[in-house]
Structure formats: structure tokens, C-alpha cells
């Protein structure tokens, strides 16, 4: 039989080593990832057995890479086990909700990969195991037998199968025939000894050598004697026989009555996670939408509204509106600051001299202003982060590129007639900026 698989996905290197220590000792081989990136580029070529997620990554997190793995035919199948210090009634029910088949915790102990694997059907169940040759008859091992099994099938199921209830009332019947059976059979034996030992027997011939009278009456006394202590001896061992039955089966309606406990707790307690994660749902769907929010970001004389300090602002703006849940359009608008400028032969346009007065400067405006064109461009680094999120996301967040209204100013300009170059360029450097908002529904 081909190996097992398992890809573990945790930027902790630790965390990886220590879940990849306990799954190779059941001889699973384990690939692991840095990222929710790298686990989805690996998703691409290759197919594990299982998937073990981390919840907290940079970029991409847990629950968004689960739901990128179930939406793509290709890796739906697989099953994926949160792996996470996330705990929590509701925790579990939202990852079951993404796609996840459980959680593990990041304090794990063997036995929780044990269990993980069982459920998983990652090992062989210990149900399918043949039963041994010899079977005790004694209802002590019946129920011990009965118990042990449905223990195993606890384990491995999660919650106690349907027929566990019939299959023991079943297996006790059983044993109470035997005892039955087994009681009658010892007091027919006995019984018949005793009655053949009492029955007098008449002798074929006479005996050869004729018994004194003095010696009979003490002979036949003796064999009265050791009948009746045989008799009294099979009543003994007929009454021990009859009481271990007894007790046998008290302890098995003891055994019965704990199981049924049991079912009923575990059922009630499933019920009641299923009313949470229900309530935990319906607030969720009708929970009010998020505030609108602004974020302003500078942009220097010289660079591109959206160079890579501000894109990467943009993109932790992004992650934290999806970790929050929040659905929306996410509104860029690019405003160009009007510089006062003069033209070098050798630099093209720069920044006039400070001291110099405003009214002198050779030009005004801005060399990065694409709106002045009358287009704006898209750049490409935005382009593809939109289409990221967009895909990532299905649509619930979306992201558009707009030119800022150049009559909607953060500084107003002082006179140019009075004021100097620097003046200027401090009101235009006020008013050259990205700003980024939540403004509403996609």
C-alpha cells in the first residue's frame, strides 16, 4: 500500500517540525509550506492525502486559503484539518463552515493526532480487526468485549453509531443463553450422579465372601454419608453458578444504562453547537455594515502615486477589511499637487529654488499628473493586485482606480503674486496624495 501524504502549512518552522515529527511516525510522508501562497502553488501540481492549515499568516490566512481550496474542483476533495492556537466552540463551527474538517490545537499531544488520523481514515480502523478464536462465555468478558468497542467506534466516528445500542443488547442475549444453557446442563449433570449413586444396586452373583452383619449397617451409612455430601457440594456449585449469573447481569444493565447516558449527553451537547454556530450565523448575516473609512497617504515629488509604498498600504488596507469580513468597494483616488517648477537642461523640471518668488516660476504642475493628459493610467502593479483580491474574494471586494477632483484641496495654495516657491510647494505637496476608502457595496 502507497504512502500517505500530508502537506503541513504554518510560517512557525517549529510548529511545522513538531506536527511533521508525529505524522512520519505513522509512516506519513509530509511536505510542508511557508505561506497560504506557497500551499496553494504546491495544491497546483501535487494532491495530499490531507491538508494540516495554519489560521494566522502574513498575506493569505487559514480560513481564505481553505476557501480558495474547496472552490476549485481540482482540490475540493482534500480533506483540510485546521492546525491553529484558535479556540473555541464558534472557532470550529466558522472553519467547518469554510470547508475544514476539524481543528487541532497548537499544544497537541499524540493522542490528538491519533484521533485526527482515525477520523480522517488516514489508519485502519480497529473495528476491522478479526476477532480472536476463543471467546470468553462469561457476561464480565461479554460486556468488557462490548465496551471495548464502543470505545473504538467513539474514537474513530466522533460520536456513538446508530446500532451500538442494538449490537450490545444483541451480544447480551447471546450471553444469557449460554448461562442458561450452561446452568441446566451442570444441574442435569449432577443430578444424574446423584441419583445414580443413590439408586442400591443388586449384585449379578452373590458375593464369595459373605459381609458380617456388623459390618453393613456402617458400610451402607458411609455411602448415604458421601452422597449427600456430593449432593450438597453439586447444590453449592450450582448456586455460585446461578449468583456470577446474576451479577453478570446487573453489571450488563449498568453498562447498557451508562452507554444510553452517554448517547444522550453527546447528542445533547451536539445539538447544542449546532443551536450556537446557528445564532453565530444569523448575527452574523445581520450584523450592521462596516463605517466607512479613509486613509490618506503622501506622495513625494517625483514618484508614482502608487509606487510600492503605497500599493503595499493599499494591499494590508485590503487584508484587514477581509479578515473583518467586511464586503465592499474599495474607492483609489489619485490627487496631483500644482508644483512650482523650473526647467534644467540636464534634470528637465525640478523644484524651483525656495527663496525664489512664486510669481517668477517658469512653470506650474506636475510631471507624475497622468489626469492632466486626460487619462489615467492603470499601473501594473495595481492592476494585478485588483485582480487578486477580486478572484480571492468572489467578487465581495473590489477595487477601482479614480482622479481626484483638482478642486478638492487638503491645502490651499497662498498668492503667487506674494508668496515665495517654497510656500507653493509646501500647499502643493500637501495637496499630492492617494486617498483610500471603504465606500460601499461591489
Known amino acids: 500500500?502507497?504512502?500517505?501524504?500530508?502537506?503541513?502549512?504554518?510560517?512557525?518552522?517549529?510548529?511545522?517540525?513538531?506536527?511533521?515529527?508525529?505524522?512520519?511516525?505513522?509512516?506519513?510522508?509530509?511536505?510542508?509550506?511557508?505561506?497560504?501562497?506557497?500551499?496553494?502553488?504546491?495544491?497546483?501540481?501535487?494532491?495530499?492525502?490531507?491538508?494540516?492549515?495554519?489560521?494566522?499568516?502574513?498575506?493569505?490566512?487559514?480560513?481564505?486559503?481553505?476557501?480558495?481550496?474547496?472552490?476549485?474542483?481540482?482540490?475540493?476533495?482534500?480533506?483540510?484539518?485546521?492546525?491553529?492556537?484558535?479556540?473555541?466552540?464558534?472557532?470550529?463551527?466558522?472553519?467547518?463552515?469554510?470547508?475544514?474538517?476539524?481543528?487541532l490545537p497548537k499544544s497537541i499531544h499524540p493522542i490528538d493526532v491519533t484521533k485526527?488520523?482515525?477520523?480522517?481514515?488516514?489508519?485502519?480502523?480497529?473495528?476491522?480487526r478479526a476477532p480472536p478464536v476463543l471467546q470468553p462465555v462469561d457476561g464480565a468478558g461479554a460486556v468488557a468485549e462490548a465496551a471495548a468497542e464502543a470505545e473504538a467506534a467513539t474514537l474513530v466516528a466522533g460520536q456513538p453509531e446508530p446500532q451500538l445500542h442494538g449490537h450490545i443488547e444483541h451480544l447480551l442475549r447471546e450471553q444469557s443463553i449460554e448461562l442458561r444453557r450452561f446452568v441446566v446442563a451442570t444441574l442435569d449433570s449432577h443430578t444424574h450422579r446423584i441419583v445414580t449413586e443413590l439408586r442400591p444396586r443388586e449384585p449379578a452373583e452373590p458375593p464369595a465372601v459373605p459381609v458380617p452383619?456388623?459390618?453393613?449397617?456402617?458400610?451402607?451409612?458411609?455411602?448415604?454419608?458421601?452422597?449427600?455430601?456430593?449432593?450438597?457440594?453439586?447444590?453449592?456449585?450450582?448456586?455460585?453458578?446461578?449468583?456470577?449469573?446474576?451479577?453478570?447481569?446487573?453489571?450488563?444493565?449498568?453498562?447498557?444504562?451508562?452507554?444510553?447516558?452517554?448517547?444522550?449527553?453527546?447528542?445533547?451537547?451536539?445539538?447544542?453547537?449546532?443551536?450556537?454556530?446557528?445564532?453565530?450565523?444569523?448575527?452574523?448575516?445581520?450584523?450592521a455594515p462596516a463605517p466607512?473609512?479613509?486613509?490618506?497617504?503622501?506622495?513625494?515629488?517625483?514618484?508614482?502615486?502608487?509606487?510600492?509604498?503605497?500599493?503595499?498600504?493599499?494591499?494590508?488596507?485590503?487584508?484587514?477589511?477581509?479578515r473583518e469580513g467586511v464586503v465592499g468597494r474599495i474607492r483609489v483616488e489619485v490627487y496631483a499637487g500644482s508644483y512650482c517648477l523650473d526647467a534644467v537642461p540636464e534634470h528637465g523640471l525640478v523644484l524651483a529654488a525656495p527663496a525664489a518668488p512664486a510669481a517668477q516660476c517658469e512653470q506650474f504642475g506636475n510631471p507624475q499628473d497622468d489626469a492632466a493628459n486626460g487619462t489615467l493610467r492603470q499601473p501594473l502593479g495595481f492592476a494585478n493586485l485588483a485582480a487578486t483580491v477580486r478572484r480571492r474574494t468572489s467578487g465581495n471586494i473590489a477595487l477601482e482606480l479614480v482622479a481626484g477632483s483638482r478642486e478638492r484641496l487638503a491645502a490651499a495654495y497662498p498668492p503667487?503674486?506674494?508668496?515665495?516657491?517654497?510656500?507653493?510647494?509646501?500647499?502643493?505637496?500637501?495637496?499630492?496624495?492617494?486617498?483610500?476608502?471603504?465606500?460601499g457595496g461591489p
Open 213 to 287: 452383619p456388623d459390618v453393613e449397617p456402617e458400610s451402607r451409612s458411609a455411602g448415604w454419608v458421601v452422597a449427600a455430601v456430593l449432593a450438597l457440594a453439586a447444590l453449592a456449585g450450582t448456586g455460585i453458578v446461578y449468583w456470577q449469573s446474576r451479577a453478570a447481569g446487573v453489571r450488563t444493565e449498568q453498562a447498557l444504562a451508562e452507554t444510553a447516558a452517554a448517547s444522550r449527553e453527546l447528542s445533547a451537547t451536539v445539538e447544542g453547537l449546532r443551536q450556537q454556530l446557528e445564532r453565530a450565523t444569523a448575527a452574523a448575516a445581520t450584523a
Open 116 to 128: 485526527a488520523l482515525y477520523q480522517l481514515q488516514l489508519l485502519p480502523d480497529r473495528r476491522d
Open 416 to 439: 503667487a503674486e506674494s508668496a515665495t516657491a517654497g510656500q507653493w510647494n509646501a500647499a502643493a505637496q500637501a495637496n499630492n496624495r492617494v486617498e483610500i476608502s471603504l465606500v
Open 1 to 103: 500500500m502507497a504512502a500517505k501524504r500530508a502537506l503541513v502549512v504554518d510560517d512557525s518552522k517549529s510548529a511545522r517540525v513538531v506536527l511533521s515529527r508525529m505524522l512520519e511516525k505513522y509512516g506519513i510522508v509530509v511536505d510542508v509550506a511557508e505561506s497560504a501562497e506557497a500551499a496553494l502553488e504546491y495544491l497546483g501540481t501535487s494532491r495530499p492525502d490531507v491538508v494540516f492549515m495554519d489560521h494566522l499568516m502574513p498575506g493569505m490566512d487559514g480560513l481564505q486559503a481553505v476557501r480558495e481550496i474547496k472552490a476549485n474542483p481540482a482540490t475540493a476533495a482534500i480533506p483540510i484539518m485546521m492546525y491553529t492556537s484558535q479556540e473555541g466552540d464558534l472557532y470550529a463551527g466558522l472553519a467547518r463552515a469554510s470547508g475544514a474538517v476539524g481543528v
Open 292 to 322: 466607512s473609512r479613509t486613509i490618506v497617504l503622501s506622495v513625494p515629488f517625483g514618484e508614482a502615486p502608487l509606487g510600492a509604498p503605497r500599493l503595499d498600504a493599499l494591499r494590508n488596507f485590503v487584508n484587514q477589511l477581509e
